[in-house]
């Protein structure tokens, strides 16, 4: 019975934000986009699907803040309107650019603070010189 009232309980709630609010344990962001360095081309595509939706956590220095332009509208999903893109741990071959859905808050924050945030992972790039992961922020 209890499994049912979950289940009614997830089905409720917005996406994105069901698996946090039921007690998911969020995986380190920095953890999985490590073991991208070291996989082929070939690869890369299994792997970014392996991890589509995976609910994470992470932080790292802000490198901008600002409204979804148009290199994200393609990641962002529909009603994610702002971005906030960190170097994971300052590594600046590791992005992240979280969505959100409010720029609440964001005045507040300068290049260079530390930024955490949880959400799902949207996709993965490998942009030759770095890889970005596009998170549906909280």
Known sequence: M???????????????IATSMLGTTPTDL???????????????DSRVDQYRGTYVSGHGEVDD???????DAANAPDGYSY?????LR?????KAVVFLRSS?????INIGD??????EIIDITDWGF???AYIQGE
């Open 65 to 71: 803040v600002g409204s979804v332009d148009l290199l």
């Open 83 to 87: 971005k906030v893109v960190v170097y």
């Open 30 to 44: 920095h953890a999985i986009m490590a073991e991208f360095s070291d996989i082929t081309e070939f690869q890369f």
């Open 2 to 16: 209890s499994w049912i009232l979950l289940s009614m309980a997830s089905a409720l709630l917005p996406a994105g």
């Open 90 to 94: 300052g590594d600046h071959q590791l």
């Open 130 to 132: 770095w890889f970005t």
């Open 104 to 108: 609440t808050g964001l005045g507040s």
């Open 114 to 119: 530390d930024y955490s945030f949880t959400g």
